[in-house]
């Protein structure tokens, strides 16, 4: 950059030496302003960049991470129940399967030794949550390695273990400690991604908005403790290649904790062979413990603590657990996701257990289980009912359970196309309808845009400047800024797919690379629209009267005033991205939380941008032209007359003949700063959501208000929360909604239909699937 001035000082200084005296003198006073401005500017950039630019103590952050996670995780347990009276017991011991490593390697002694010291991996838990918690930390800190593998059927608790032992662990730990941090695998890749890189990207989504620099350096320092809750959640290829990558990434002394089912983790080890014909590929160091099945008389207690329904008798259930173990329904009943849910929809529900007992009707334990599935949503939105056991009347605002069980149904469809276990709301309008959508989208912009600009030309008397014949002046430069501003509102809506949501930010520090990142979007969206203007306009010129020396003058002075209205829209856009600012504390990420931050960020960014931009609007028209007159002037030989001031008051005169000058400014600086406000808030997640959640409502496929319903889902104990999405509460019920008879399936590969007219999809209605 300092060559290129160098240079272009060089040739100036000898331009001037070519030049007359007079002339000279006019253009080495615009340049010592110019060098001046920016000598301000480099200074003020230089500040800003310095400001507040190094991050607190790595110990600080960790000890900030971990009251956020605890604070996350405390609500999550309240959520799920795990607080009330009457949790059912978990037990878990050293598993028998050849999973593990040899005893000395996890005991930490060399090969060989005469003496190997066992560990004492038994465990129980039941009681108050707090005690369970602090006795599986410390349980869990006797390993020397710290590393534990947790296997258990589906529903067996091992989630609920990792839960309570990040809770007991940050509850026991002492400042600078590492912070347990539970993270979901099913979005990592193991064979593309490292496994740093993904707890570095998983953690940044998590608690401080996608932004990477804090967790990276925690992961750095040995401050973060991974529990990796669902090692089955990767892709049945990549399992192998996923233990593989945690065994090289922890290395020798990193601890880590992995959470996976019983069957899925012993094909991984084994590699689908028995030993020991299998060449086994352990978890280095880590003992592996198994949660084992609650046994009847526990089930038993658990179902016997509720009050049921008139004629919802279990005595026969009962009866039939504590003499048969290998049935149907006692294998079913053998874990606690299956026991809490028998319970909710026979207390809500009522009916006969007895049915359970029908061994014709439920031949096998998944028969069972996809029966009380099935009854989950009706269960979950049933009325609530009275002691005397009339129907409470439901809520204004409950749906009911046809729409409830349509609306999971098209959420579940769509993480299923898109194979994540996780709904980020965020993450919806860039998923939801085809690639044609946008371009429409884009169109029904323009033409409202074109409309009301070519009305308010027409109706302000604009003289006819555009000299193309048979068309009127107001009707070209209508049509120039509708197309202009469909351009851009399809490029904004393609930038801001992967946006994530942020938050409302006044700091000085990374104001520099805030300023410029915003900057740099707004030359990019004006950039194309810009070009082709001017790009059009030279061939508008070509095809009418050609160039003379007054349509070359007016080229230029449209060429002046497009760049700077480019470079006033980018600072619009500099100051919208100044205010989200990176987080350096972390943040518990609430599904309605982040929705409400995006919302208010995006206002105040839009409003921000939109008033700065309408203030600068007509000061950079002028400044334009004034630059275009005294081009113009030098390069024919400005003899110093008319005078700058002269200039400027011609200038200010754009409109000979309209209508008054004050309504012209204040209408052009109006549409400038709305249509920049409209820009800087659009490419953010909450309009984007806003605009597609309607659309998907006015199908069916979604409730007016999706975030109430879905929050409402989590109370009902059908969704659970974490890190700023929903999940289901019971995974298998998002196959059990995804073969729901209410929207038949369609063939793989077809989960849009494609339409001839692909803009359509916006307005027909279509099946609520």
């Not at 084994?270 to 609650?294: D, K, M, Q």
């Not at 061994?359 to 269960?379: K, P, Y």
């Not at 429409?440 to 604009?462: D, I, K, N």
């Not at 334009?624 to 002037?633: C, E, K, R, T």
């Amino acid at each position: 950059m300092l060559v290129v001035l160098t240079l272009a000082l060089v040739v100036f200084a000898l331009w001037m030496s070519l030049d007359d005296l007079a002339t000279a003198s006019a253009w080495a006073g615009v340049l010592g302003l110019f060098l001046t401005v920016v000598g301000i500017i480099v200074t003020l950039a230089d500040s800003l960049g310095t400001v507040g630019s190094a991050l607190p103590a790595p110990d600080q952050l960790a000890d900030d991470l971990a009251r956020t996670v605890q604070n996350s995780w405390r609500e999550e347990a309240v959520a799920r129940g795990l607080r009330r009276a009457g949790v059912l017991p978990l037990a878990w011991a050293a598993t028998r399967r050849a999973v593990s490593d040899a005893p000395h390697n996890i005991a930490g002694q060399p090969p060989g030794s005469p003496l190997v010291l066992r560990l004492r991996l038994d465990g129980r838990l039941s009681g108050a949550l707090d005690a369970g918690a602090g006795a599986l930390a410390r349980a869990y800190r006797q390993v020397p390695s710290g590393r534990l593998v947790v296997l258990g059927e589906p529903g067996a608790g091992k989630t609920v273990l990792a839960l309570l032992l990040a809770l007991g662990l940050l509850d026991a730990r002492g400042p600078g400690e590492p912070v347990p941090v539970l993270l979901a695998p099913s979005g990592w890749d193991p064979v593309s991604e490292p496994l740093d890189d993904w707890i570095v990207r998983t953690v940044a989504a998590l608690y401080y908005r996608g932004q990477r620099e804090v967790p990276q350096l925690l992961l750095a320092q040995g401050l973060l403790l991974p529990i990796v809750d669902g090692l089955d959640e990767i892709s049945e290829v990549a399992r192998r290649s996923a233990v593989k990558a945690i065994d090289h990434a922890v290395g020798q002394d990193r601890p880590v904790v992995v959470t996976c089912r019983s069957a899925e983790y012993e094909d991984v080890i084994t590699a689908g062979s028995p030993p020991p014909a299998a060449e086994l590929h352990t978890l280095r160091r880590a003992p592996v413990v198994e949660v084992a099945r609650i046994p009847a008389e526990a089930a038993i207690a658990y179902l016997s603590d509720v009050y049921w329904p008139p004629g919802t008798d279990w005595s026969s259930v009962y009866a039939h657990l504590r003499t048969v173990s290998d049935s149907p329904v006692a294998t079913a009943l053998a874990t606690p996701l299956m026991i809490s849910l028998a319970r909710v929809v026979y207390e809500r529900l009522g009916g006969d257990p007895s049915e359970l007992l029908n061994q014709s009707a439920f031949r096998s334990r998944h028969a069972v289980e996809d029966h009380l599935l099935g009854q989950l949503v009706r269960a979950a939105y049933a009325p609530d009912r009275l002691p005397s056991g009339s129907p409470v009347a439901p809520t204004r605002h409950a749906p009911d359970t046809v729409d409830a069980l349509r609306w999971l149904t098209f959420l579940a469809r769509h993480l299923h196309r898109w194979r994540e276990r996780d709904f980020a709301w965020w993450l919806l309008p860039g998923r939801a309808f085809s690639t044609w959508t946008v371009p429409a989208l884009g169109l029904a912009v323009a033409v409202p845009v074109m409309t009301v600009v070519t009305a308010w030309l027409l109706w302000a008397g604009f003289p006819d400047t555009t000299n193309l014949p048979g068309v009127p002046g107001p009707v070209t430069i209508g049509a120039f800024v509708g197309a202009g501003t469909g351009v851009v509102v399809t490029i904004t809506w393609y930038a801001g797919a992967a946006r994530r949501p942020g938050r409302l930010a006044f700091t000085l520090r990374g104001s520099q690379s805030r300023l410029r990142r915003g900057l740099s979007y707004g030359l990019m969206v004006t950039g194309l629209p810009g070009v082709t203007g001017v790009v059009a306009a030279a061939i508008g010129i070509s095809v009418g009267d050609g160039w003379s020396y007054a349509s070359t003058r007016r080229y230029c002075a449209v060429v002046a005033v497009g760049a700077m209205l480019s470079l006033t829209v980018s600072s619009g856009f500099a100051v919208q991205s100044w205010l989200d600012a990176a987080p350096v504390r972390s943040a518990h990420a609430d599904p309605v939380a982040l929705l409400r931050e995006d919302r208010r960020a995006a206002l105040v960014g839009a409003l921000a941008a939109g008033v700065i931009t309408a203030l600068l609007a007509f000061p950079t028209v002028i400044a334009g032209l004034v630059m275009s007159y005294l081009a113009d002037a030098a390069l024919t030989g400005w003899s110093g007359e008319p005078s700058v001031s002269q200039l400027i008051s011609y200038a200010l005169d754009i409109v000979p003949g309209s209508r008054p000058a004050e309504l012209t400014v204040a209408t052009i600086a109006g549409l400038v700063g709305s249509a920049v406000a409209l820009l800087t808030c659009l490419p953010r997640p909450w309009p984007r959501f806003a605009l597609t959640t309607l659309i998907l409502a006015v199908r069916g496929q979604l409730p007016w208000r999706p975030m109430r319903f879905l929050a409402d889902a989590r109370v009902r104990e059908i969704l659970r929360q974490s890190g700023g999405r929903f999940s289901s509460a019971m995974p298998a019920c998002k196959n059990g909604w995804l073969s729901s008879r209410t929207c038949p399936a369609r063939p793989e590969g077809h989960a849009m239909p494609r339409s001839r007219w692909p803009w359509l999809p916006y307005w027909r209605w279509q099946s609520p699937c």
